[in-house]
């Protein structure tokens, strides 16, 4: 096994040597960190071992074929998203559906241009790298993408952020604990349809704690937003009871809300916009706290 050092590490599993040597040179000259095998069944250990970036492999091995390979990191929880190329020999139309349709990302045959490939490496490394940046729960954007979406308004005028967070979710998943990631996502999945029914295709949507939302909208559209989301979750965890039955155990949760305007700063910086958005946030706690004692 070789390993040579630089920035991305990039795992080659084939078994000629030659070949395995030629790759190496030529990325070594893009600054790739390296690592080979000949041996299919090596690849798990190596990946829970070396962390790399990116799967190039063959599918003709000496032990286990590629495919096998494949599917054996796409059922694995730590390599389940690892960008896996596949570089072979077979051309047929049917081994590369095959290969794809084990859930490599890209399909390469012998020969190739060397320039092509590093194309190829290099595409599916930065599609792996804006997929980490997507929850994987929700399938929002998450916290840095969030952050980064923040930067942006620094010196922008005309944007208002709605901050929407589920409350009394402690209780209720101490409970229903089996039942945290998917009602996270059903959250996501209501914050995300009332977008789509009353917001702007610029709207930007974001999860940035288990039930916690921000979404960067315009002044126009965040007192609708508001309002549908509300409804949107008021009316899911409230069903009607038909038939005398028993209250849903969803019935205690409820929505808080914050709102941050362009008008109420200057920011310096993300983390002092960040702030008040969590100053906001908890501010509508109090107020939902007291209105319910009130009730």
Same mark, same amino acid.
């Given at each position: 096994?070789?390993?040579?050092?630089?920035?991305?590490?990039?795992?080659?599993?084939?078994?000629?040597?030659?070949?395995?040597?030629?790759?190496?040179?030529?990325?070594?000259?893009?600054?790739?960190?390296?690592?080979?095998?000949?041996?299919?069944?090596?690849? *798990?250990?190596?990946?829970?071992?070396?962390?790399?970036?990116?799967?190039?492999?063959?599918?003709?091995?000496?032990?286990?074929?590629?495919?096998?390979?494949?599917?054996?990191?796409?059922?694995?929880?730590?390599?389940?998203?690892?960008?896996? *190329?596949?570089?072979?020999?077979?051309?047929? !139309?049917?081994?590369?559906?095959?290969?794809?349709?084990?859930?490599? $990302?890209?399909?390469?045959?012998?020969?190739?241009?060397?320039?092509?490939?590093?194309?190829?490496?290099?595409?599916?490394?930065?599609?792996?790298?804006?997929?980490?940046?997507?929850?994987?729960?929700?399938? *929002? &954007?998450?916290? &840095?993408?969030?952050?980064?979406?923040?930067?942006?308004? *620094?010196?922008?005028?005309?944007?208002?952020?709605?901050?929407?967070?589920?409350?009394?979710?402690?209780?209720?998943?101490?409970?229903?604990?089996?039942?945290?990631?998917?009602?996270?996502?059903?959250?996501?999945?209501?914050?995300?349809?009332?977008?789509?029914?009353?917001? $702007?295709?610029?709207?930007?949507?974001?999860?940035?704690?288990?039930?916690?939302?921000?979404?960067?909208?315009?002044?126009?559209?965040?007192?609708?937003?508001?309002?549908?989301?509300?409804?949107?979750?008021?009316?899911?965890?409230?069903?009607?009871?038909?038939?005398?039955?028993?209250?849903?155990?969803?019935?205690?949760?409820?929505?808080?809300?914050?709102?941050?305007?362009?008008?109420?700063? &200057?920011?310096?910086?993300?983390?002092?916009? /960040?702030?008040?958005? /969590? !100053?906001?946030? !908890?501010?509508?706690?109090?107020?939902?706290?007291?209105?319910?004692?009130?009730?």
């Amino acid at each position: 096994m070789l390993t040579q050092r630089g920035r991305d590490l990039l795992l080659i599993v084939e078994d000629d040597q030659n070949l395995s040597e030629m790759l190496c040179t030529f990325l070594r000259t893009k600054q790739y960190r390296l690592i080979t095998t000949p041996m299919g069944e090596d690849v *798990l250990d190596i990946c829970h071992r070396e962390h790399p970036n990116l799967v190039l492999l063959d599918i003709n091995l000496p032990d286990i074929d590629g495919y096998e390979v494949c599917r054996r990191l796409r059922e694995n929880l730590s390599t389940r998203n690892l960008p896996i *190329l596949f570089l072979t020999q077979r051309k047929l !139309r049917e081994d590369r559906i095959a290969g794809l349709n084990v859930g490599a $990302d890209d399909y390469i045959t012998k020969p190739f241009d060397v320039e092509e490939l590093y194309l190829r490496v290099r595409n599916a490394l930065r599609k792996a790298e804006h997929r980490s940046y997507i929850d994987p729960v929700s399938g *929002l &954007p998450g916290t &840095p993408l969030a952050e980064a979406q923040l930067k942006t308004l *620094l010196h922008r005028e005309g944007w208002t952020i709605l901050a929407v967070s589920v409350e009394n979710w402690e209780p209720f998943i101490k409970s229903y604990r089996h039942l945290k990631d998917k009602f996270a996502t059903y959250v996501a999945g209501l914050v995300r349809q009332a977008v789509d029914q009353v917001g $702007d295709l610029e709207d930007f949507v974001g999860r940035v704690g288990t039930v916690e939302f921000i979404i960067i909208t315009t002044p126009s559209h965040v007192l609708r937003l508001w309002a549908r989301i509300e409804s949107l979750f008021t009316r899911a965890m409230n069903p009607p009871c038909i038939g005398g039955k028993k209250r849903p155990v969803t019935a205690d949760l409820y929505l808080s809300f914050g709102m941050v305007t362009a008008q109420d700063g &200057p920011y310096s910086d993300v983390r002092s916009l /960040a702030e008040e958005i /969590a !100053r906001s946030r !908890r501010a509508s706690r109090h107020r939902d706290k007291m209105s319910i004692a009130a009730e």
